[in-house]
């Protein structure tokens, strides 16, 4: 890993918002081009199709054209939207909303929920053809896949894109698959 990740890494709070762009700092096939003062940078990947603003981009918008022709789309925030908005001024913007986790996460519910196995998920006859193929191409990918049940059915399912050490500490109320 080159020293620019490492650095980035290092000063990223661990918190919701920054996961995603850890997760895409630390992925091996991921772009990265920082300013030259070091005070922000884009990281892309072109397999998951998704990119970041994160502090201030480069005065040039090529490294934001370069990003944005490899994802559909690039996320800026609160403190760069105006200057990546001038600097790709044929692109359409719109406003997301990053939801926090609090301190403490809620007790767990009161069914059962666990993790389930990829063929668990094969078995699940009453799931559509799509939210069947969608849970098996996660699992497959070796990401846990949780589910609540009513009974012996699942009902409800649950999976993270990007996942930090502590959050990822934080799901032992989750049993492991069978």
């Known amino acids: 890993m080159n020293d620019g990740r490492k650095r980035y890494l290092s000063v990223l709070p661990e918190l919701p918002?920054?996961?995603?762009?850890?997760a895409l700092l630390l992925r091996e096939?991921?772009?990265?081009?920082?300013?030259?003062?070091?005070?922000?940078f884009v990281v892309w990947s072109a397999e998951?199709?998704?990119?970041?603003?994160?502090?201030?981009p480069k005065p040039s918008a090529l490294v934001l054209v370069q990003a944005v022709s490899a994802v559909p789309e690039l996320l800026a925030f609160a403190d760069n939207i105006e200057r990546v908005r001038t600097l790709l001024p044929g692109f359409s913007a719109e406003l997301?909303?990053?939801?926090?986790?609090?301190?403490?996460f809620p007790p767990p519910p009161p069914d059962q929920c666990r993790e389930m196995s990829l063929s668990e998920i094969a078995a699940q006859d009453h799931l559509s053809d799509d939210r069947l193929a969608q849970l098996s191409d996660v699992a497959e990918g070796g990401v846990p896949v949780a589910a609540a049940f009513d009974g012996m059915r699942p009902v409800a399912f649950a999976y993270v894109a990007s996942e930090s050490e502590s959050l990822m500490n934080q799901r032992k109320w989750c049993p492991k698959a069978k």
């Not at 918002?17 to 850890?22: F, N, R, S, T």
């Open 48 to 56: 998951d199709g998704s990119g970041s603003v994160v502090g201030e």
């Open 96 to 104: 997301a909303f990053v939801f926090s986790a609090p301190e403490l």
């Open 29 to 40: 096939g991921s772009k990265l081009l920082e300013n030259h003062t070091r005070n922000g």
């Open 17 to 22: 918002l920054w996961v995603e762009k850890c």
